[in-house]
């Protein structure tokens, strides 16, 4: 299904980035359709693409990986486990080819020695979410420019710190919530229709004022597991545990039994993949699913900028807690079920839910559509029709919402913007204001109370216990500076 760029679009296209390239060096080929990027985003001249330094190269890098070699050559990877390196490199070497062997791929430990290196321009991060800040900081700091994955913060000052640095450098950020650009819905029961870009059509019809006006939206999520007393276990060889932990405390690393449902490299432990399950490195679902739900469904309601101004809600966890603090340190200890509600101004809400059918129901006077991953379908269950009729490409308001570039690919998207200098289309700005709601949502339920919030002055209002939560003490060497 490969879509053909007309000539004019892109000269148009070269003529705007070249302007804005001037100084850089030779601008790589976008031929702009999202269908055919991956194979004509390859070059053969090691001159015209952008030099790439991996850090974090676990599971979601087997996928963001490839995605940034598309356009860019990869010549360092890192990651705290030789393991993850080791298969990196291989990866990396395989996808350069030729060059590979002349230009090598370089490996590290730590992350700092990557970023120090001139010649690359261009990082992905693709660790665990305590992370995420800290080196995408220091990367913008070195002059990278940054892929990072969602959720880009653990806090809600986190988000506030990442902000002030990405305007003091100018960089271009993109974060990983891929759903602003990508993924293909059903649009009628068969299933035989399908539309590109459901979210993008999801956020337009909201914003044409088909539906009224906006009352409701519903991020359904998704819970934690829960799971048993993981005993304590020595730390892997080859596997800096230290630095794995970062700015989080230091504590015993731990480890299940393979099998039982969890084959994964160290099944049930606090590190690669279970790290989700522990408010110590994440936010749970609500912050793991939340980021992809509650930003789209925030954008959808157009508070993608601001914020609510009160928040509550009700969870159940898998141990007990002390006033917010999980008292139990061997099982996971994020939320297995929540329902919170935010109230926004305009009289709005946005629930947040674990249980149901994931996805995004956004309900206005006069309609409702529900949006997911392989769906776009009104309360009828029907086909959102009006919205068929054009492909996402001739859609005026898809592109006004793309800000005029075409989307199919977040990858493609980031190094496009790299070209002209823009935000790409998940912005570090609206994605911090997403965070906010689910950062709140995870306060108001562990310290299971309402909250006011102050969307302008970003603060808890009248509440001096519950404003401390907007930040987290930072293990000493580990500490975020801006
Ligand atoms: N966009 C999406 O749909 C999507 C899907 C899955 C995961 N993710 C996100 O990707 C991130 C990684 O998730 P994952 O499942 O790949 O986790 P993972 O644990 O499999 O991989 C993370 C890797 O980072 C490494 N790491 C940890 N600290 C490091 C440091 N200081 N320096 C270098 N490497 C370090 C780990 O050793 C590990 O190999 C998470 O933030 C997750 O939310 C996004």
């Given at each position: 299904m490969s879509r053909k760029v007309t000539s004019s679009s892109r000269r148009k296209f070269l003529q705007s980035s070249a302007a804005a390239a001037a100084g850089l060096a030779a601008a790589p080929y976008f031929p702009w359709s999202p269908y055919t990027m991956a194979q004509d985003a390859k070059t053969t001249s090691k001159q015209d693409r952008p030099i790439l330094g991996c850090i974090g190269v676990g599971d979601r890098w087997n996928a963001v990986g490839p995605q940034a070699m598309n356009f860019a050559d990869c010549v360092a990877v890192c990651d705290v486990d030789v393991n993850m390196r080791e298969k990196a490199k291989g990866m990396a070497l395989n996808k350069l080819g030729e060059k590979g062997k002349e230009r090598g791929v370089e490996m590290y430990e730590d992350y700092r020695k990557l970023l120090d290196r001139k010649d690359i321009e261009v990082v992905t991060i693709v660790t665990p979410d305590h992370w995420h800040v800290k080196i995408g900081i220091e990367a913008m700091k070195a002059g990278k420019d940054v892929y990072c994955e969602k959720p880009?913060?653990?806090?809600i000052d986190e988000g506030k710190q990442i902000s002030k640095v990405l305007k003091e450098t100018g960089r271009v950020f993109q974060v990983g919530t891929q759903q602003r650009s990508e993924m293909s819905a059903r649009v009628n029961k068969d299933g035989k229709q399908r539309i590109d870009q459901q979210f993008l059509h999801a956020v337009a019809i909201c914003k044409s004022g088909k539906l009224g006006k906006l009352v409701k939206a519903t991020c359904v999520i998704g819970g934690a597991p829960s799971s048993g007393e993981i005993p304590k276990a020595p730390v892997p060889t080859g596997f800096n545990w230290d630095m794995w932990l970062g700015q989080a405390p230091m504590v015993d690393f731990v480890m299940g039994k393979k099998g039982e449902g969890n084959n994964r490299q160290y099944p049930e432990s606090r590190t690669h993949y279970e790290f989700r399950w522990w408010y110590e490195y994440s936010g749970g679902k609500m912050t793991d699913w939340g980021a992809h739900h509650i930003d789209i469904a925030a954008w959808c309601l157009g508070v993608d900028t601001s914020g609510p101004s009160h928040i509550e809600g009700t969870a159940d966890h898998p141990v007990p807690f002390k006033d917010g603090w999980p008292t139990v340190s061997n099982k996971y200890n994020a939320a297995t079920k929540f329902h919170v509600t935010a109230g926004f101004p305009g009289e709005m809400e946005m629930h947040i839910l674990s249980?149901?059918?994931?996805g995004i129901t956004i309900e206005g006077t006069e309609g409702t559509i529900f949006v997911s991953r392989g769906d776009l379908r009104d309360e009828k269950g029907t086909a959102v029709a009006d919205y068929m009729k054009t492909k996402p490409s001739e859609n005026p308001a898809i592109a006004t919402l793309y800000k005029g570039k075409r989307p199919g690919n977040h990858m493609g998207n980031f190094f496009e913007c790299r070209q002209d200098r823009t935000q790409p289309i998940s912005d570090v700005y609206t994605h911090h204001r997403a965070m906010t709601t689910a950062h709140l949502a995870n306060i108001c339920i562990r310290l299971g109370k309402k909250l006011q919030w102050d969307s302008q002055a970003e603060q808890i209002l009248g509440d001096d216990e519950a404003n401390k939560w907007l930040k987290r003490e930072q293990r000493k060497g580990y500490e975020i500076e801006v």
């Open positions: 880009l913060t653990l806090t249980d149901g059918e994931n």
